[in-house]
């Protein structure tokens, strides 16, 4: 179903329902449409309001929600933090989107699980695993997502999502993290799926110039290679693409 240029907020309903339902992975000019008037979408306020706790744009948040609901595989999200991008990707799951959907989160700058970031300027936490509970269960959508506390690379955690996704490869894959994408591409390309849809943030990152650098020449080595399709960046410099195996 293409989306209209100038949409109401019954076309936005109509696209999300018949997302749930398609086959085909969404494309570019989609998401560009669908960017196009996206604050007359009946659930734009609602995110506005999730971005109170996330660091990502709320227009990056609308398109997780529409990824997960189109989604009929596997989601993996690196690096929730509190649980922003996780009730995007979350609301998606719940209202029919795909399964299984696994997050890991080490649990913030003091590398120890459960970790605090009590002095973070707009989005503090005492203990970053249990505020993601937190905020995720206020939305009713903890039975959603499987938390696995760890970094993305600790071998526990690689067994956890191996076995999460076996037999149900990963579709929708978000990566918000320290900026090793290229780690976690390798770790996990295995349960990868063509086509998967990819967002990684810190494309441009201002004020965090190393995470920049390196997503930037992994995502545009990749792309050159003609391993991702890039569609483009969004927000305040989240790349979403997808990945062509
Ligand atoms: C920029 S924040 C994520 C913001 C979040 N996605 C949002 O919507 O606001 C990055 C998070 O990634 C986590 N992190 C960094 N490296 C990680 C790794 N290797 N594995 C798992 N989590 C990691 C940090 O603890 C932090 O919570």
New binding site residues.
């Given amino acids: 179903m293409a989306f209209p240029q100038s949409a109401t907020p019954e076309d936005y309903l109509a696209f999300d329902a018949a997302a749930v339902r398609r086959r085909k992975p969404i494309d570019r000019v989609e998401i560009d449409a669908y960017l196009k008037s996206i604050e007359v979408h009946p659930y734009y306020a609602k995110m506005a309001t999730v971005k109170d ?4 744009h709320v227009d990056v948040l609308m398109l997780l929600r529409l990824f997960a609901r189109a989604t009929r595989g596997g989601i993996l999200e ?5 649980g ?2 996780s009730i995007g990707i979350g609301s998606g799951v719940r209202d029919g989107g795909g399964r299984p959907y696994a997050s ?6 003091e590398e120890e699980i459960g970790g605090t970031y009590r002095d973070h300027p707009f ?1 503090p936490s005492s203990n ?1 695993i249990d505020d993601l509970k937190k905020n995720l269960a206020a939305e009713g959508l903890g039975s959603f997502v499987s938390i696995f506390p ?4 600790t071998p526990s955690v690689v067994e956890k999502v191996f076995e999460l996704f076996r037999g149900s490869p990963i579709e929708l894959l978000f990566i ?3 900026g ?1 994408v290229d780690r976690d591409m390798e770790l996990y390309r295995p349960l990868i799926a063509k086509n998967c849809l990819l967002v990684f ?1 810190d494309y441009t990152a201002p004020g965090a110039e190393e995470k920049e650098q390196r997503v930037r020449r992994v995502v545009d080595e990749e792309v050159a290679r003609g391993r991702l399709e890039s569609y483009g960046v969004y927000g305040w410099g989240t790349w979403i693409g997808r990945y062509r195996g």
Wanted: without cysteine.
């Fill in positions: 706790i996330s660091m990502l690196i690096g929730p933090y509190i922003g991008s890991v989160e080490h649990g913030g700058v989005y970053i760890g970094k993305s690379d918000d993290a320290d090793a943030d």
